[in-house]
């Protein structure tokens, strides 16, 4: 391809495997070197006449950005969360937003369940008990020694039952669990889990793992009132963004004992703050936000958002759009922002 006429693509990071710069036969790519994501405004300066951009959850692609990138015909990220990118304005300007469902499914649920275990049976104090020198001659098998919580048997609250949610309630089902269930929208239940309403799954729960996605319904949907209704020692993980779960109420439940644990691979602030009271709070496991970190599946997202980077520039429907009413209602909506705007009209882009 004759290398004027190639899209020019602005990547906020380089992907798996070397994914990315395996294009460069076919598109005009300026990959951002990192370490870290790009300013804002160095974002927005690279990504002006870019035809196409591919981020990440790091990267804010809010009104403003998209206001000063009229060229965009796609923005591909590599995340199956899309709360970074602003898809209401998205959709007004006519620019399909892609995303990876599905391929994180199970290696996220795997992490939920890994963060359970591993607050019910306090395995990083264990950890740091016999590397800091405290397994002792004099404490080699002690009666009360880093006594958790059964996770067999008991009973798992899965609050959001979407594909991670179901996911984990089969984990829960092999460990002999029951399982209670809570949607924003009810639905059809998954076979074995009890569908209640959110008061009821928190009282009747052990623990609780959380599988909603953070919007302006969800954010601090677990607060003081909520935490107060689960049972004491009660276990609580979240993996799925930060702010559904009130961090200061959290950190409280957990000093005063009345939770005994929780496990976090998400926050209201990522990276967490070194002066975050969550680094000081006993009985909790943190994670970097890691839940789809295995190579296979970091490598089935960088394909898939690449895919979707792919047909948005070729004019093709995106396999994987998160705001697929940008090719119904887009049609009208759309095109009378660009009429107005004086641009000439293209639907979709
Ligand atoms: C996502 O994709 O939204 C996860 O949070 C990270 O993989």
Not at 50 to 61: I, N, Q, S
Not at 197 to 214: I, K, T
Request: aromatic share 4%; charged share 20%.
């Amino acid at each position: 391809m004759d290398s004027d006429s190639r899209p020019r693509v602005f990547a906020t990071r380089s992907l798996p495997g070397g994914a990315l710069e395996a294009l460069t036969g076919e598109l005009e790519l300026e990959v951002w070197p990192g370490p870290g994501a790009p300013a804002p405004e160095v974002l927005a300066r690279a990504v002006a006449g870019a035809a196409g951009l591919l981020c990440l959850l790091t990267d804010r692609v809010d009104a403003p950005l998209l206001a000063s990138c009229p060229e965009l015909r796609v923005v591909s990220s590599c995340s199956v969360g899309v709360d970074h990118v602003d898809l209401a304005v998205a959709t007004r300007r006519g620019i399909p937003v892609g995303h990876t469902p599905g391929v994180l499914t199970e290696t996220t649920a795997d992490l939920a369940f890994s963060l359970l275990m591993a607050a019910a049976r306090r395995i990083p104090e264990a950890d740091r008990f016999v590397r800091e020198g405290h397994w002792t001659p004099a404490r080699s098998w002690e009666p009360d020694l880093m006594l958790g919580r059964d996770v067999y048997g008991s009973t798992l609250g899965v609050i959001g039952l979407g594909a991670i949610g179901r996911a984990v309630a089969r984990r829960a089902q092999g460990f002999g669990m029951r399982v209670l269930g809570w949607n924003r929208t009810p639905g059809k239940a998954p076979p074995g889990v009890e569908q209640v309403p959110l008061d009821a799954l928190l009282r009747q729960s052990a623990f609780v793992s959380v599988h909603v996605a953070r919007t302006d319904e969800t954010i601090g949907l677990l607060g003081p009132r909520e935490l107060a209704f689960l049972p004491s020692g009660a276990v609580l993980v979240n993996t799925a963004r930060g702010g559904i779960v009130d961090e200061v109420a959290l950190v409280e439940a957990l000093r005063s004992g009345r939770l005994a644990g929780a496990g976090l691979d998400v926050y209201e602030q990522e990276p967490l703050p070194p002066d975050s009271p969550l680094l000081a709070a006993p009985g909790l496991v943190l994670a970097p936000h890691i839940g789809s970190a295995s190579v296979a599946t970091r490598t089935r997202m960088a394909e898939l958002s690449i895919a979707n980077l792919r047909a948005g520039l070729a004019g093709e429907r995106l396999p994987h759009c998160a705001n697929p009413e940008v090719y119904d209602a887009h049609s009208e909506e759309g095109q009378r922002a660009r009429k107005s705007r004086g641009e000439t009209t293209r639907a979709p882009r």
